[in-house]
């Protein structure tokens, strides 16, 4: 199964008020592991950096007055995202600034009921405690020293590692062969997955055999 994980950054907070996104990056899972395929551009956004959001990502309104505008790159990101499902941290900040990016063009919605939202997976696994991107790496102990400022890229590889944590799916996907053999597809880069070890018939036998000789009290 293939996966988008997304993260936009913006002008400001609110659409209401004409804020624009200035960086959309993505990054392709498959079946939970990163694959090389990725999306990422910088954007004009054809208005000032506020400067809270400037504060966030560092981009100057010189910066950005050299690159493309949402409608050149359009096509291309809704081709890179189609079919698959969305991973966003706070997906309605996120995709209400995509929409609106899509509306003044004159282009289709994305549709939330293709987003899953990390920010609500934390919120219901971790009632009451701190559920933000930074919060929810401490608790995994995923590595965010490089978040210096708040970067699209950056942010899609941490939440990747978040995501996989919050689902509980620390293991790559097995693919069963014909000789019973477990092939497992990993990247080397991929150091937070766990190597899985099943046990031989024999052994679970001995285990089962060792619980009922030294544990017959509460042995079922």
Known sequence: MREIVLDTETTGLSVRDGHRIVEIGCI?????????????????????????????????????STKQKFVEIAKDFLSFIEGKKIIIHNAEFDI??????????????????????????????????????????????????????????????????VYINLIDQKEPTFDLVENNEIKISLDDKQDYFKKIILPTEKELLEHSEYLKKNFKKNYF
């Open 96 to 161: 209400g600034h995509i929409n609106n990016e899509l509306s003044l063009i004159g282009l289709k919605k994305i549709n939330n009921s293709n987003v899953i939202d990390t920010l609500e997976l934390a919120r219901n696994k971790f009632p009451g405690s701190g559920i933000s991107l930074d919060a929810l790496c401490k608790r995994f102990r995923i590595d965010n020293s490089k978040r210096e400022k708040h970067t699209a890229l950056i942010d899609c590889e941490l939440l990747a590692k």
């Open 28 to 64: 392709e899972l498959d079946n939970l592991v990163p694959t090389k395929n990725i999306f990422h551009v910088y954007l004009n956004p054809e208005r000032k950096v506020s400067d809270k959001a400037f504060e966030v990502h560092g981009y100057t309104d010189e910066f950005l």
